[in-house]
Nanobody, 125 residues
Framework: QVQLVESGGGLVQAGGSLRLSCAPSGRTINTANMGWFRQAPGKEREFVAAIGWFRGITYYADSVKGRFTISRDNAKNTVYLQMNSLKPEDTAVYYC??????????????????WGQGTQVTVSS
């Protein structure tokens, strides 16, 4: 069983930065496609970013492109989401997700088999 643990959320002013981390236990991320999603109150969970296990190709939602960067450190078995130039509309609970051996679309929540418990990110104006 894979358990994902997110950390790094918090309260930040608009224009600030945060870095989220996701460290799975029970299995390495070396062959996992990893994704970040977020859910704001009263809204659907939405795709933020993903990184493939093969070649580390990255994918981003248009709303975060140029501001957020997803990366992975296989040696530390950790995935990161660096968030810069944060806006109040980025406020949400952020979730890490993982799937092994899948060719399904990176941006679809139902692609992923494992989810973290979420970490709150609040951006004040």
């Amino acid at each position: 069983q894979v358990q994902l643990v997110e950390s790094g959320g918090g309260l930040v002013q608009a224009g600030g930065s945060l870095r989220l981390s996701c460290a799975p236990s029970g299995r390495t991320i070396n062959t996992a496609n990893m994704g970040w999603f977020r859910q704001a109150p009263g809204k659907e969970r939405e795709f933020v970013a993903a990184i493939g296990w093969f070649r580390g190709i990255t994918y981003y939602a248009d709303s975060v492109k140029g501001r957020f960067t997803i990366s992975r450190d296989n040696a530390k078995n950790t995935v990161y989401l660096q968030m810069n130039s944060l806006k109040p509309e980025d406020t949400a609970v952020y979730y890490c997700a993982a799937v092994y051996g899948s060719s399904r679309p990176y941006s679809a929540a139902n692609t992923y088999d494992y989810w973290g418990q979420g970490t709150q990110v609040t951006v004040s104006s």
